[in-house]
């Protein structure tokens, strides 16, 4: 099999021509499923970073012609449109929109079962065009049909909505959903089933008794197991506890409707839960982290399972700024089909890429000026942060010290600073350190201006990515998986001041891609202190990046440069997806 999906796989990314969308679902030897997947800004089929990397994910297949299907939901809530409330910080309210109106419905049905209700599913499909012409297509499931039970209508509106039997009644849809999805499409060349996360676990419940019937057998045997660990992949994001969805079994049994699950050996359940991260781990002949610090946390927790790491990617034609996309364009012919391309950028000139980033700041301070009515001064060092707000990303570290940030920019050079981010709608103290950040902005004044961007969505993270000067980011280690907005800040020559961890700790070079907040605590290993961190980060502010913005330009535009060079032409979707397919799809 492995041979075969590698010849498949490497002629079609050879091949000058490409299938016609039509036929790209039928064409596919890999269904990569996810939860979400970012597939245009304003189809809020996605919350933050899994779903973005998803769909450049999706995006970098298309570009290489890569035989691949995605599959998610529908999500006809979406996740939530944020509202900014000066005391509780952050509210919210849903954010509909209408699939019939974006998207094509296909005529395929499929049925699941839910606490022993039959619920019909329908798909539509949104084709991603590549560089070259080619396509991939997404599946995007709907439970929303008259034949439904009231309830069961909703399954498929709200992402991460609802109630732990609410959440498993999506995984259903998802993972078992999806595969027979396919299965009634006639996709008969899949070959690997991908779990981005452990939402989609529960399709290898169902390829597994795809194999049982297959052998005309009523249960499942080792060499079934076997067979499927060979079919299935799976990425895990995050080594934070509440990233793993786990369901009580009496729950389990109930909702999925599969007695087996209380008999099944250790690896399928895990200490009386029905844990779909170590599901898909028993049944996986492949797992990765996203990146090579998180891949090392991920096998040190989960010590019984060989734990791989492929760092993530950005797709660079998706976040590279219009005038960088210019730039890239006028100096590094085939860059769209070939994103390793960027590490020309050091042919570059440096007036160009002054040029090129002066649109695009002036492009986030026009924005800034229309949504919050604040001008900004486009000749003052601008700070960027935006992230999911929640606890261990620190949001409120730059904030720390409201004196020594108002002598910075008194003593050394003026600095402004754009926030973004939501909260979950459940996570409290997010909430909580969105109204703290609004609140000690108020406090600094015109000393230090800064905004709070509402409703942070993909479009707001482009312009924020590559409009600022400085991508701050400052998360608790060990528990920065990956992130990629500083990737995405790098492609557009803005260079990262960030804690050592996750992505980062490949990407810095110290003075040439960015500056490290805390180097030499975490080289020591004892983990993370706030108050070091801040000042720290304080420090390389003032002692280094504010003198060399000010003082020394060329030198700030030579760094800028770098990292698009170093940066930008390594950590994309492109160079990722090269990598799950030499090691994880063959």
């Keep these: 099999m492995g041979s075969e999906l590698a010849r498949s796989v490497l002629r079609t990314a050879a091949v000058p021509s490409y299938p016609p969308a ?36 999706i995006r970098a297949a298309a570009d290489l012609g890569i035989p691949l299907v995605g599959v998610t939901l529908v999500h006809r809530l979406g996740y939530v449109r944020q509202r900014l409330d000066p005391e509780r910080g952050q509210t919210e309210e849903p954010e509909p929109w209408s699939p019939e109106t974006r998207l094509t419905e296909l005529d395929v049905r499929t049925r699941v079962e839910v606490r022993g209700r039959s619920v019909e599913l ?80 529960l399709l290898s419940l169902e390829l597994l008794d795809e194999h049982v019937e297959r052998r005309g057998a009523s249960v499942a045997d080792a060499t079934d197991v076997d067979a499927v660990r060979r079919q299935c992949v799976f990425t895990t994001h995050t080594p934070v506890a509440a990233g793993h969805d786990q369901f009580p079994l009496d729950l389990a049994l109930a909702v999925v409707g599969r007695p087996e699950l209380g008999r099944m050996p250790a690896g399928f359940t895990h200490e009386g839960m029905l844990n779909m991260t170590y599901l898909a781990l028993h049944l996986s002949h492949y797992v990765n982290g996203v990146a090579k610090r998180h891949g090392e946390v991920s096998q040190h927790l989960l010590g019984e399972y060989r734990i791989e790491a492929i760092t993530n990617g950005v797709h ?30 050091l042919k570059i000139p440096l007036e160009e890429i002054a040029a090129a980033h002066h649109a695009a700041k002036s492009a986030l301070l026009e924005r800034v000026a229309l949504v919050t009515g604040i001008h900004l001064d486009p000749a003052v060092l601008t700070l960027g942060f935006g992230r999911r707000v929640t606890a261990y990303k620190r949001p409120a570290l730059l904030l ?143 002692r280094v990046i504010v003198p060399i913005f000010y003082e020394r330009p060329d030198d700030y535009l030579t760094v800028m440069r770098n990292t698009i060079a170093l940066t930008g032409s390594f950590f994309n979707t492109h160079r990722m997806l090269e990598q799950y397919i030499a090691h994880a799809y063959l």
């Design 122 to 201: 329908r798909g539509f499909r949104y084709d991603v065009r590549g560089a070259k012409g080619g396509s991939v297509s997404v599946l995007l499931l709907d439970a929303d049909l008259p034949s439904n039970d009231p309830a069961d209508r909703q399954l498929t509106d709200r992402l991460y909505g609802g109630d732990a039997e609410y959440r498993l009644a999506q995984e259903i849809i998802l993972g078992i959903g999806g595969v027979r999805f396919l299965r009634a499409l006639g996709c008969a060349s899949l070959e690997r089933f991908h779990m981005n996360e452990g939402h989609a676990a």
């Design 316 to 345: 660079v034609a998706t976040w590279a700024a219009p005038p960088f996309l210019a730039l890239y364009d006028r100096f590094l012919g085939g860059w769209r089909a070939d994103n390793f391309s960027l590490r020309y950028a």
């Design 22 to 57: 039509a036929n790209s679902v039928l064409d596919a030897k890999v269904a990569y499923f996810s939860m979400e997947i970012h597939i245009e800004d304003d189809i809020p089929t996605y919350s933050g970073g899994l779903g973005v990397l998803a769909g450049d994910t």
């Design 400 to 542: 720390s010290d409201l004196d020594r940030l108002r002598r910075i920019a008194a003593n050394v050079g003026r600095l402004q600073i754009v926030y973004g981010g939501k909260a979950h709608p459940h996570d409290d103290e997010g909430k909580r350190l969105i109204a703290e950040i609004t609140h000690r902005a108020a406090d600094l004044g015109d000393a230090v201006r800064i905004v709070y961007l509402e409703d942070y969505g993909a479009s707001t993270a482009r312009t924020m990515v590559s409009g600022v000067d400085l991508w701050v980011n400052t998360p608790r280690p060990p528990l920065e998986a990956s992130g990629t907005s500083g990737m995405k800040a790098a492609i557009n020559g803005v260079p990262s001041l960030s804690v050592l961890d996750g992505w980062w700790l490949e990407g810095h070079v110290e003075g040439a891609t960015g500056w490290a907040i805390g180097r030499d605590g975490y080289e020591r290993g004892d983990g993370a202190d706030d108050r070091r961190d801040a000042d720290d980060l304080y420090g390389e502010l003032e």
